[in-house]
């Protein structure tokens, strides 16, 4: 997959067949339209384009980071992925001249595929029935994807990170269609863990939302093999250094020197909440039952 940072760095694609959106989280909702983006570009002899958008046009913590979204883009089979760059300039930028200026004049859509609940354009108030309006002006066709339900609740990223901020991490994953999880880089650490008998990878999350704190079960992606741990989330109370979040994951059965490097850690469930201890010892006792269960 071609990545390109910045749509005015654009060449000329053969037959593009475009797809908007931030696309956090990849849920269900965006895998259905993504595979229908490749299937009907090979129909068609085009190219399937993403057009997403870093950072997150609203603010928030992304549940997937900007380089995850890309893997997973390349993993579905799509061609070329345009990052646009979401400054404070382009937050100016209006619905109508978003069309104009970057969609048609740089990319010369084939077609083009949006979510029902899609919006663009300054403040957002551009609207999957402007892009109708304009694609009869400019003979390009669209096809916009009704909004995805599950028992009748909407799937949305707004919805998924609000379920893994609540630490409602199975409803979460069954919207996802993957269980939870977050990409994160080792960093040093102060070795608390490893002066308690249970080293830990320290991770630094890639701006992606994580579950509240407390203690859980996961299993860990690293260099395409997948090992089982567990992974605490806190500010390590019983240590008195509760001025700040850590994520610390202790793999089992894993003796290497993993700094610097990328992992992802899925939670599979929590084992239980985040506690202050009365000594070292008192904790590490509870380390040891955490990982019997």
Same mark, same amino acid.
């Given at each position: 997959?071609?990545?390109?940072?910045?749509?005015?760095?654009?060449?000329?694609?053969?037959?593009?067949?475009?797809?908007?959106?931030?696309?956090?989280?990849?849920?269900?909702?965006?895998?259905?339209?993504?595979?229908?983006?490749?299937?009907?570009?090979?129909?068609?002899?085009?190219?399937?384009?993403?057009?997403?958008?870093?950072?997150?046009?609203?603010?928030?913590?992304?549940?997937?980071?900007?380089?995850?979204?890309?893997?997973?883009?390349?993993?579905?089979?799509?061609?070329?992925?345009?990052?646009?760059?979401?400054?404070?300039?382009?937050?100016?930028?209006?619905?109508?001249?978003? %069309?104009?200026?970057?969609?048609?004049? #740089?990319? $010369?859509?084939?077609?083009?595929?949006?979510?029902?609940? =899609?919006? &663009?354009? +300054?403040?957002?108030?551009?609207?999957?029935?402007?892009?109708?309006?304009?694609?009869?002006?400019?003979?390009?066709?669209?096809?916009?994807?009704?909004?995805?339900?599950?028992?009748?609740?909407?799937?949305?990223?707004?919805?998924?990170?609000?379920?893994?901020?609540?630490?409602?991490?199975?409803?979460?994953?069954?919207?996802?269609?993957?269980?939870?999880?977050?990409?994160?880089?080792?960093?040093?650490?102060?070795?608390?863990?490893?002066?308690?008998?249970?080293?830990?990878?320290?991770?630094?999350?890639?701006?992606?939302?994580?579950?509240?704190?407390?203690?859980?079960?996961?299993?860990?992606?690293?260099?395409?093999?997948?090992?089982?741990?567990?992974?605490? %989330?806190?500010?390590?109370?019983?240590? #008195?250094? $509760?001025?700040?979040?850590?994520?610390?994951?202790?793999? =089992?059965? &894993?003796? +290497?020197?993993?700094?610097?490097?990328?992992?992802?850690?899925?939670?599979?469930?929590?084992?239980?909440?985040?506690?202050?201890?009365?000594?070292?010892?008192?904790?590490?006792?509870?380390?040891?039952?955490?990982?019997?269960?």
């Amino acid at each position: 997959m071609k990545v390109i940072s910045g749509i005015g760095r654009v060449k000329k694609i053969e037959r593009p067949v475009v797809v908007l959106g931030v696309f956090d989280g990849l849920h269900r909702g965006h895998i259905r339209i993504l595979k229908e983006l490749t299937r009907y570009a090979k129909q068609v002899k085009g190219k399937s384009v993403v057009i997403t958008f870093s950072p997150h046009p609203q603010g928030e913590l992304h549940l997937y980071s900007l380089g995850r979204r890309i893997r997973l883009f390349e993993k579905i089979g799509i061609d070329i992925c345009v990052v646009i760059r979401f400054t404070p300039s382009f937050a100016r930028v209006s619905a109508s001249e978003f %069309i104009d200026n970057y969609l048609i004049k #740089k990319i $010369h859509p084939y077609s083009i595929f949006v979510g029902k609940n =899609f919006t &663009f354009g +300054k403040g957002g108030r551009g609207k999957p029935s402007l892009l109708k309006k304009y694609a009869k002006r400019y003979n390009v066709k669209l096809k916009i994807f009704p909004i995805c339900k599950i028992k009748g609740k909407s799937i949305s990223s707004t919805y998924i990170r609000r379920l893994i901020l609540t630490g409602q991490l199975s409803e979460a994953a069954r919207f996802l269609g993957r269980p939870v999880s977050i990409l994160g880089t080792v960093v040093k650490g102060s070795n608390l863990a490893r002066y308690l008998g249970f080293p830990t990878a320290n991770i630094k999350a890639h701006h992606e939302v994580s579950p509240p704190a407390g203690v859980y079960m996961v299993r860990v992606n690293l260099d395409n093999k997948t090992f089982n741990g567990i992974c605490y %989330i806190g500010s390590r109370p019983t240590f #008195k250094t $509760h001025n700040a979040k850590h994520i610390e994951v202790h793999i =089992f059965r &894993f003796n +290497k020197n993993i700094y610097a490097r990328d992992l992802e850690i899925q939670f599979i469930k929590k084992i239980r909440e985040e506690r202050k201890f009365k000594s070292a010892r008192q904790l590490t006792e509870q380390i040891k039952k955490d990982i019997s269960l």
